[in-house]
């Protein structure tokens, strides 16, 4: 029963930075990969980030590359997406996932519940 909360969104103006936090809990998770996706109304569920766990190999989708940075904390067992020099664009609810691929939302078995980033210009 593995749980994974997301945490940090808001309102901000184009240029700011935010953090978003993903807590997971419960029984151990055993999934490869944890990633960050986004998603707009109206569009698809888009990749931002993600990485393996053990190694810490990272990736990033090419819209935010060079502004977000992905992260992790072993001892809390959170995952952070550091986001600088947002844009209207980034405006979307954004999920945490764990699974055991990178780039697609159905190589993820477990998701939260999402938070909502707002950014205006």
């Known amino acids: 029963q593995v749980q994974l909360v997301e945490s940090g969104g808001g309102s901000v103006q184009a240029g700011d930075s935010l953090r978003l936090s993903c807590a997971a809990s419960?029984?151990?998770?055993?999934?490869?990969?944890v990633a960050w996706f986004r998603q707009a109304p109206g569009k698809e569920r888009e990749f931002v980030s993600a990485?393996?766990?053990?190694?810490?190999?990272?990736y990033y989708g090419d819209s935010v590359e060079g502004r977000f940075t992905i992260s992790r904390d072993i001892s809390k067992n959170t995952v952070y997406l550091q986001m600088s020099d947002l844009k209207p664009e980034d405006t979307a609810v954004y999920y945490c996932?764990?699974?055991?691929?990178?780039?697609?939302?159905?190589?993820?078995?477990?998701w939260g519940q999402g938070t909502q980033v707002t950014v205006s210009s």
């Open positions: 419960g029984r151990t998770l055993s999934a490869t990969t």
């Open positions: 996932a764990a699974g055991l691929g990178v780039w697609e939302a159905g190589d993820y078995a477990y």
């Open positions: 990485f393996y766990w053990d190694d810490y190999t990272t």
